[in-house]
């Protein structure tokens, strides 16, 4: 198995979730996170001062995967989050090595 | 009721007088709103502390060190009236009752050391701040209130009465008064943990411009009913307040959209601020033109000050220096040039014909309560930060002194803390039916 773990605009959670809700993936997490890639982040003015917010709001998205599903799923994934523009994020994948299914106790690729 | 006495005018009064009470609240959301999530509560617990210290105080001696006669050359009231001892209800100021005037000027004590307290946010110790205030309305607020607003046919208050130093309704004793105040107390305190390094953005500004409307709102009763009266002079007062704030906001945001690109929400409550302050004791003796002319020049020239701090390196956290001390005196200053002598003064600034002598006067005022103020404000500052200490301890200030000082956060945004506490604590409410065990593991 592998987590997928998406670092994305938060306006393309929508049809991330569409396409991988259409491709079969049972669950997501999905949670706000903040950071900066290349393009870092923007400056706002408050009395004159002005402040570099290098930290910009992000979408982060795990899923867990069949081994075999893992390089679809990350098409998928990526195509969907894509907007050509910069700052559209990262996707990577780690190896799991196992997963239980808290409700029934079922291990492993069963429990997804 | 005596002769003389008028029901519009009390009416009047005392409505002021609760729109000026409202003002102070207004203070501490204005304030509260700018600083970091960790130290809101601090913020507004430091403007509403003084509602109770200062009315007390009011009551036991400081109406009478303001107000009473005259008991020394026109610098301090006499103790005639030491817990309002000989003041009747029938008893008149003009055409008030006396009850009715204490009760307005005291909203005017409560709220000038609350202005201070913006320049020493995030990092003062909430009972050294209370003594603070004690002493301060003490030797600095109630003598000079007394020198500015005390009128006695020439027998009273030494700048106001004596030398014909026109504050209207507290420019130099309300407004450079705290902000000079303020820029000894930061110098006192010094400058909060990472300042210039670490971002110190608003947390909140729906709260500021909530604060800045509440001020706006308040300031009519601040500014119009100085009149003492349901009069003209009221309803110039009133009317100045509105176009000076209303300029000032545009002056303000003009400069910040020239200088920095950009229109803030931020910029347009201070603009508003700014333009309040400089107009508060204009507002008696211009036109209302010449309340637009102040009110332009004090946002743009307020909006130039508050980069003071980080070219002379004090660390005024809300601009109290930039915003009061630098608003006011430019009021003050202003009415040397703008005093048309034909609303409440007959007194004349340089552009009606009446010369120089006027604007000496002004500029006399300015400088006798700045450096009145700043000394005193200073040695009192000195002095409790060398007894019991002014300022928080680092860990404390890092950390948010809203815990350390008053046992509170001002937010619980956590979802993980909100269902902690529910496991946490058995539950009141029961469903019908439902088997209920609730142990918890300590």
């Keep these: 198995m592998k987590l997928i ?101 079922e291990r492993g690729p069963d429990a997804l | 009721m005596p002769d003389g006495f008028s029901a519009g005018d009390t009416a009047f009064v005392l409505i002021s007088a609760a729109l000026v009470m409202l003002m102070t609240p207004g203070l501490a959301f204005f304030y509260g709103g700018m600083v970091r999530v960790k130290s809101t509560l601090n913020m507004l617990v430091m403007s509403f502390i003084s509602l109770a210290i200062v009315s007390v105080l009011w009551v036991l001696y400081g109406y009478t060190l303001s107000f009473g006669t005259d008991a020394f050359h026109g610098l301090i009231g006499n103790l005639d009236h030491l817990g309002m001892r000989g003041i009747g209800m029938n008893d008149l100021t003009g055409s008030i009752p006396v009850t009715a005037f204490a009760a307005f000027q005291l909203m005017f004590a409560i709220i000038t050391p609350a202005l201070i307290s913006g320049a020493i946010a995030d990092r003062a110790k909430f009972a050294a701040w209370s003594l603070f205030i004690a002493l301060w309305v003490t030797l600095v607020y109630f003598p000079v209130a007394h020198w500015v607003f005390f009128f006695d046919g020439g027998h009273g208050g030494w700048l106001g009465d004596r030398q014909g130093v026109i504050d209207f309704a507290g420019g130099t004793a309300v407004h450079i008064n705290a902000g000079v105040a303020g820029l000894a107390l930061c110098l006192v305190l010094g400058k909060r943990v990472g300042f210039k390094k670490d971002p110190m953005r608003p947390h909140s500004l729906p709260l500021v411009m909530l604060g800045s409307g509440l001020l706006w709102f308040g300031w009519f009763g601040f500014n119009a009913g100085s009149a003492l009266a349901a009069n003209g002079v009221a309803g110039m007062a009133f009317m100045n307040t509105q176009v000076a704030t209303a300029a000032a906001m545009l002056g303000w945001l003009a400069f910040e959209k020239i200088k920095h690109g950009a229109f803030t929400s931020l910029g347009a409550a201070s603009g508003a601020v700014a333009g309040l302050v400089a107009i508060t004791p204009a507002c008696g003796s211009v036109s209302m033109l010449g309340a637009v002319a102040i009110g332009l020049i004090a946002g743009g020239i307020c909006a130039a000050a508050i980069s003071l701090k980080y070219k002379l390196g004090f660390d005024d956290s809300l601009d109290v220096v930039g915003v009061h001390a630098v608003g006011g005196a430019v009021g003050s200053l202003l009415i040397g040039f703008f005093a048309t002598g034909h609303v409440g003064q007959t007194a004349q600034g340089l552009f009606y014909g009446g010369g120089l002598g006027q604007l000496g006067k002004q500029a006399l005022g300015v400088v006798v309560v700045a450096v009145y103020s700043f000394v005193i404000s200073w040695l009192l500052g000195q002095a409790i930060q060398k007894t019991i200490g002014f300022r928080v301890t680092e860990d404390i200030e890092v950390a948010g002194i809203d815990r350390a000082e008053h046992a509170e956060s001002a937010y619980d945004f956590s979802a993980v803390g909100a269902s902690l506490s529910r496991a946490l604590n058995a539950p009141t409410l029961v469903p019908a039916g439902a088997e209920t065990k609730t142990e918890v593991d300590a």
């Excluded at chain 1, 408050?46 to 709001?57: F, Q, S």
């Excluded at chain 1, 998928?76 to 196992?98: C, F, H, M, N, Q």
């Design chain 1, 5 to 105: 773990t998406a670092v994305i605009k938060p306006h393309q959670l929508d049809a991330v979730k569409e396409a991988l809700q259409a491709f079969g993936v049972a669950g997501l997490t999905v949670t706000e996170a903040s950071g900066y890639g290349r393009q870092r982040g923007h400056t706002e003015v408050y009395r004159g001062a002005e402040y570099t917010v290098d930290l910009v709001p992000k979408i982060r998205i795990e899923v867990v995967v069949a081994d075999e599903d893992a390089d679809d799923v990350i098409d998928v994934l990526v195509k969907a989050a894509r907007t050509g523009k910069i700052g559209d994020g990262k996707v990577w994948s780690v190896p799991v090595e196992t997963v239980v299914r808290v409700r029934t106790g």
